[in-house]
């Protein structure tokens, strides 16, 4: 698991949890994926930059271990987040749907 946080004045104001995982297989082309499970940034401390930051370091984590793509997923309804990983270079792979019971 890769846990990064960022501090300032001993208060934690971002953070960002990911794993590298390996898919694929007999039937697809095995890759290794960087899979980002959480990305977070204060109320008070978003549009400071520390996101893209927080993003930037994992993509140079992504390369230094040898991953051939990021992956996250974002919640429909969470429009600042969508539009802040198009601004930082992801573009759509799926749509994941569900019907509620």
């Not at 549009?47 to 996250?72: A, D």
């Amino acid at each position: 698991m890769i846990k990064l946080v960022f501090v300032e004045n001993k208060e934690v104001k971002g953070f960002v949890f990911a794993e590298v995982v390996t898919k694929g297989g007999l039937q697809t082309k095995k890759r290794k994926i960087l899979a980002v499970h959480e990305l977070g940034v204060t109320k008070d401390s978003r549009h400071l930059g520390i996101g893209t930051m927080l993003m930037n370091e994992i993509k140079r984590i992504g390369k230094i271990k040898g991953c051939n793509e990021i992956s996250l997923s974002v919640w429909s309804f969470n429009e600042k987040a969508f539009k802040f990983y198009i601004k930082n270079g992801f573009e759509i792979q799926t749509f994941r749907m569900e019907f509620k019971m």
